[in-house]
């Protein structure tokens, strides 16, 4: 697993500078696209924009991007601070 800074797309907004590690990051043949898994560290008032089961865009700071999933939204043990875990659209 490693960190990673980038942007969450959620239809016409975007939650920039948001922050996390990979689990899971796979090139996609033929395309630029990335299959994406890990976990985001947001903030209650951030969280509030997402649904699970919904697909998002994450951009990453380096160019990668790709299509995910939020799985789940759970408290992360710090204060005013959620885990949002995310698997890739397949």
Known sequence: ??????????GGERLKHV?????EEVPQPD???????GHLHLSPDQSQLLETDRPYRLQL???RAGQVIVSRIAPDG???ELLVDFLPKR
């Open 19 to 23: 922050h996390g590690e990979l689990e």
């Open 1 to 10: 697993m490693h960190e990673f800074q980038g942007d969450l797309l959620i």
């Open 61 to 63: 700071d380096d160019g």
């Open 31 to 37: 395309c630029k696209e990335w299959h994406l898994a």
């Open 78 to 80: 710090k204060p005013n």
